[in-house]
Each structure stands twice: as C-alpha cells, then as structure tokens.
C-alpha cells in the first residue's frame, strides 16, 4: 500500500515556466515533509521541507505547498531551468517509538525542463 | 551528498558470489538508512540502524540480505549468493542522533551493484 503517491512519473516543461510536482498522503500522522532531487548516477540531495503546522515553504525558486485537508502538497520551481531536470522524490515523516522517525518516500517523477 | 561516504562505488559480482557494501556516515551521524533502487524504480527502504543496533528492517528481504553498523568502522551491507535481480543501485543516508524535527537524512551517492 502507497502511502506516498507521485502520480506523475514524468514532466516535461519549458524554460522559464512553472513546474509543478504533485503529491499525495493517505496517513494523516504525517507531521514533516521533504522534496529530494537526484541525477542519475548520483544519490538524492535535501532539496525542501515543511512541517504540518504550515501550508508554505518557499526557498529560492522552490516552494512547497501543503494542504492537510487534500492531504496533498506541491513543489513549484519557477523559473524552470534545465539544471532542474532530474527525478523528484516526495516523502513523508512520522514519529515512531522511542521519537525515532520513518520516511515513506513517493515513487519520483522525473521532470525534464527543455531549453 | 558530501559526508556519507559509500564504497564501492561500482561492484561487479557473479551470480553466487557475496556483495560487501559499506557506507560511513556524516561526522556526528548515528543513524544509518539503506536504500535500493531497482532499475526503472524508485526508493525502496530497506533497513535503518543505530550503533550496533537495528531498528527497522522491514525493507530487508527475508534471505541472503543483511546489514550492520557497529560500535567502530562503516555501516555494511551484506549480500550472500548474490542473484541478477540483486543488480541494482544501493544508497546510504545517515541523520544526527534522533532530535524531533531534524529529520532531514543526507545520502550518499550510492554504490552500484551488478551481478553477471
């Protein structure tokens, strides 16, 4: 069962527009959210998070939306460049036994930003 | 991805063979994750450890896999009689000592196994 759901396997957007990544949760004890980004070849780095208490996080030209009552939340890269094209990672975090945490992670999708 | 370092970076390996991996985690790190990535797939979690412990390894497959991370030296990652479906890219990721909000985990930048 997917607790962490990136529907989209793949995004193709020019430069100079909007990406948008989506995802989506089904555990409602999700308290922390990240975006990876990984090239191929290479392991994921940090890209963003947020935490439950907040529906925004902006750095830069990433920004990650959450909207608890969807249990769904977005990353928006804008301007898109074509260094951005990589594969994005969703993932979700809750507090387990002994304030030790878990992260589900999402499937990915693999955004190309065409020049 | 600086700081966890994992090696070797590309291990070549024949069907029955062991696979040793190892992973050392950032300075002051000591929580170890292993992931995999099958070919055309995303994240799976595998195992997570503290020193000389394990805490969850319910991504680890029941045979021939297992992991360690002892009081000194790396975290290993153990694979016997390795088979071409272990052929995949491995990733380590360590995080400081559990603090409640610091959960971002760094990874390596993986250690490629190809079983022939």
């Known amino acids: 069962d997917q607790q962490v759901k990136q529907n989209s396997p793949s995004l193709s957007v020019q430069e100079g527009r909007i990406s948008i990544l989506n995802c989506d949760y089904t555990n409602s004890m999700f308290d922390y959210f990240l975006w990876y980004k990984k090239y191929p070849a290479e392991g994921p780095t940090f890209l963003i998070s947020?935490?439950?208490i907040k529906d925004k996080n902006e750095d830069g030209r990433f920004t990650v939306f959450l909207n608890k009552s969807a249990k769904h939340l977005s990353l928006h890269i804008v301007p898109s460049q074509p260094g951005d094209s990589a594969v994005y990672f969703c993932?979700?975090?809750?507090?387990?036994?002994?304030?030790?945490?878990?992260?589900?992670w999402g499937l990915g999708t693999s955004l190309a930003v065409n020049p | 991805n600086a700081g966890v370092m994992q090696n070797p970076r590309h291990l070549v390996r024949r069907r029955g063979q062991e696979a040793r991996l190892r992973c050392s985690p950032m300075?002051?790190?000591?929580?170890v994750y292993w992931y995999r990535q099958l070919p055309e797939e995303g994240l799976k979690f595998m195992v997570y450890l503290q020193k000389e412990n394990i805490i969850d390894e319910s991504g680890m497959p029941k045979e021939r896999f297992s992991a360690e991370f002892p009081k000194e030296g790396p975290s290993i990652l153990r694979i016997q009689q390795v088979v071409r479906g272990d052929s995949a890219a491995y990733f380590c990721a360590s995080s400081p000592q559990g603090t409640y909000s610091g959960n971002t985990i760094y990874f390596g930048e993986g250690s490629w196994l190809t079983v022939v």
């Open positions: 947020i935490s439950s």
């Open positions: 993932a979700a975090s809750e507090v387990r036994a002994g304030n030790n945490r878990k992260l589900i």
């Open positions: 300075k002051g790190h000591s929580h």
